[in-house]
């Protein structure tokens, strides 16, 4: 009621945040196999409903030739998912599911969940390293990964992807790119569950609710600073 934000930053930083806070406990109190457990069945769970998801969508388009053309004719990111790829889906509609059991495949909104399988599968090995106290060295390595997929673009894997199928269709989110915002969502959650998340100072809190509440201000009366906000992401 008091406000949103309408792109994903959050939902990321959050989703490593409660991720430290739920298998993170298994692993302080020892217990390597409910921690191993917790993550397996977290990514068992999302790898069936990718594929629950993706299993419809390709049933649909079997079945259902209205359903080709509603299909063909959705409003989509033209940079994203091409024509070509949306011709390639419908005309070989299992061809395309048999390249997405294996993540190669992501049409429209079905790319968020093979993210969090990857995002899973990176958990245990960051708070391990947590663990050893070895917060510097991740956030080093983490943010290294950010700045190195400016020097190794994105459609340069791709290109190599589709050296195998040319139809590859991968994660609108960068992988590279968006494990930054997740992996320092772990940090944080795994100093708040052991309790070495340091306070933040009355002068700074002080500040964060002055800034909270200009924001607020500016993002439902339609304010903005005089050399332009962009009010839409704020």
Known sequence: PFGYFTDPEG???????????????????GDVLRFREKILSRVKQLY?????????????LVLSPAYVQSYLSFNVDPTYLTLERRLFFAEHP?????????FLFQPWFL?????????TLLTPLVLKQLLKG????????????????????????????RQFHPQVLMNFFNLM???????????FGFLKLTKKLPKLSRP???????????????????????????????
């Open 94 to 102: 299992l061809e395309a599911f048999s390249l997405g059991s294996v």
């Open 11 to 29: 939902f990321f930083f959050l989703s490593g945040f409660v991720a430290a806070l739920v298998v993170g406990k298994s692993l302080l109190e």
């Open 111 to 119: 790319d968020l969940l093979p993210l969090y399988v990857y995002f």
């Open 48 to 60: 069936l409903f990718e594929m629950a998801l993706l299993g419809g969508l390709t049933l649909a």
């Open 177 to 187: 790119a968006w494990q930054l915002l997740y992996v320092m969502g772990l940090v």
């Open 204 to 234: 700074l809190q002080t500040l964060a609710v002055v800034l909270a509440s200009l924001f607020f201000f500016m993002k439902h009366w339609g304010c903005s600073f005089p050399w332009g906000t962009d009010l839409h992401n704020l």
């Open 134 to 161: 070895h917060y510097k060295r991740v956030i080093a390595l983490s943010f290294g990964v950010w700045l190195l997929n400016f020097s190794t673009p994105e459609n340069m894997i791709m290109g190599a992807l």
